[in-house]
């Protein structure tokens, strides 16, 4: 079991950079795959980006790779996404979540995370 808890969003103006951060507490932490997901009013909820259990695999949707970065620091259970170049289109609720871990690449399927945050906005304004 973990809880996962976002934190970093706010408001930015286009081609500016956030970074979201994702403070998890419960013991298999490190067992687990992690993604960013978002959701914008009124739209179904999107995959962003998925990191393996180690960190050494990573996962992007073709609109934010080059400029979203995910990452994980297992010490200090907290998982980040650096957003750099930001667009008007990435508004949206963003959530981190937590899924078991798998063969192949981590998962941008959102059904296979069975752990999700409350969720942090971010907005960016053009």
């Known amino acids: 079991q973990v809880q996962l808890v976002e934190s970093g969003g706010g408001l930015v103006q286009a081609g500016g950079s956030l970074r979201l951060s994702c403070a998890a507490s419960?013991?298999?932490?490190?067992?687990?795959?992690m993604g960013w997901f978002r959701q914008a009013p009124g739209k179904e909820r999107e995959s962003v980006a998925a990191?393996?259990?180690?960190?050494?695999?990573?996962n992007y949707v073709d609109s934010v790779k080059g400029r979203f970065t995910i990452s994980r620091d297992n010490a200090k259970n907290t998982v980040y996404l650096q957003m750099n170049s930001l667009k008007p289109e990435d508004t949206a609720v963003y959530y981190c979540?937590?899924?078991?871990?798998?063969?192949?690449?981590?998962?941008?399927?959102?059904?296979?995370?069975?752990?999700w945050g409350q969720g942090t906005q971010v907005t960016v304004s053009s």
């Open positions: 979540a937590g899924a078991r871990t798998a063969w192949g690449p981590p998962s941008l399927r959102s059904y296979e995370y069975a752990y």
């Open positions: 990191i393996s259990a180690s960190g050494g695999r990573t």
């Open positions: 419960g013991r298999p932490f490190s067992t687990y795959v």
